[in-house]
């Protein structure tokens, strides 16, 4: 049988945007309604952070969970919710939509600590995020087991700067105490057989059988990867697999210009304000929100573009101010530092040595290795 599956994550409810991606949200509905879909995951952070009664916010995030659990009680989907990161979920799936948990004939099932589970023939292991104070002990047995799909929460060595520290130190401490970093060595052949989904890095990337599908919507400039949902496929008699990022068709697009940029070789001062306007117009034409880098105008008509965009809340006015160059009284400084910038020392190593250097202090190699974890 071939098992069809989707996983959305990081929707914050409560951020911004949230009466916009609510709308854009009907393109979700509509997939899992018109396409045959037999397992539902959201893999954590359905919040931004702890919504109030009165706020509009909170309508949007129950409705949409309603819409869409009504769709997969029709559908005879089944349905696994897993807790986010504290400061966003907290214990709001269990005040807002427990009633869903105990409907008879409704495969939904709420989870907040690790969990196997067989489906469909599937090996499945569900990682929330949680907070073990012994973390090497509490996943131990499940590294030690096979699984076809790991769903979770959570942050993986390939994006964080813990896998610039080696895997015996990493094992040795476990990661960062407050929020577990799952090691691929450690967990690869937990996963030989299959693949990871996880939610809570809000970037598409993926690394081997490990993928991030990121969040919905964007909200700010920074936000520069496509936006959506994950789709994947698995056959329960070979266990082979197939994964698609599905893109949000409705996503807001935010870019950024730089003003000079659009008129090289001429010194924009020289520019007439109706030119500048018409080059931003034209720009903005092709965006949803734009920001623009206004460095090289004076400040006289910067005020102006300010007092005629104050309105607009899709453009945003930056202006970054260059800084002269001048050249290091100090050329030694690259020899100084040279050990860094080289890498010629183990990260713990390296840490010591500048602060030996620069503090005049000492701290031992195993303190060193038990903070950079």
């Known amino acids: 049988m071939l098992i069809k599956g989707v996983t959305i994550q990081d929707l914050h409810f409560g951020n911004k945007r949230t009466e916009e991606m609510y709308k854009e949200l009907d393109f979700f509905k509509e997939f899992i309604k018109n396409n045959e879909i037999h397992i539902l995951n959201f893999n954590g952070d359905y919040f931004d952070r702890k919504l109030t009664a009165t706020e509009p916010a909170i309508f949007f995030a129950i409705n949409f969970f309603d819409e869409v659990m009504k769709i997969c009680i029709e559908k005879n989907i089944k349905v696994r919710i897993l807790l986010g990161t504290r400061s966003h979920d907290l214990n709001q799936y269990k005040t807002l939509f427990s009633h869903y948990f105990t409907l008879l004939n409704f495969d939904i099932k709420y989870i907040a600590e690790a969990t196997e589970e ?22 131990k047995t499940y590294k030690t087991n096979h699984y076809n799909i790991i769903h979770g929460h959570g942050m993986w060595d390939f994006v964080s700067f813990v896998g610039n520290i080696d895997s015996e130190e990493i094992s040795k401490y476990g990661g960062i105490h407050s929020a577990p970093i799952f090691i691929y060595e450690e967990w690869k052949d937990a996963i030989s057989d299959g693949l990871a989904i996880f939610g809570h890095i809000h970037k598409r990337q993926s690394y081997k ?5 990121g969040p919905f919507t964007a909200w700010e400039y920074a936000d520069k990867s496509e936006r959506g949902f994950t789709y994947y496929e698995i056959d329960s008699e070979t266990k082979k697999w197939e994964l698609k990022y599905i893109n949000n068709e409705n996503c807001p697009k935010f870019d950024t210009i730089i003003l000079s940029d659009l008129f090289k070789g001429m010194d924009i001062n020289e520019v007439p304000l109706e030119q500048l306007q018409e080059a931003i117009t034209k720009e903005l034409a092709k965006t949803d929100n734009l920001k623009i880098d206004f460095s090289g105008l004076v400040d006289e008509k910067i005020k102006i573009f300010r007092k005629s965009f104050e309105k607009l809340n899709n453009i945003k006015i930056d202006v970054k101010k260059k800084t002269k160059l001048v050249e290091s009284k100090e050329p030694a400084i690259y020899d100084k530092y040279g050990y860094i910038l080289k890498r010629e020392l183990p990260l713990n190593e390296t840490v010591q040595r500048f602060i030996s250097e620069e503090f005049t202090a000492e701290v031992d190699l195993e303190t060193i290795k038990e903070l950079l974890t």
């Not at 059988?209 to 599908?213: A, H, L, P, Q």
């Open 209 to 213: 059988n490990i993928y991030y599908g």
């Open 118 to 139: 067989e489906l469909f023939g599937l090996k499945i292991l569900y990682l929330p995020e949680e907070y073990p104070e012994n973390i090497q002990e509490y996943y």
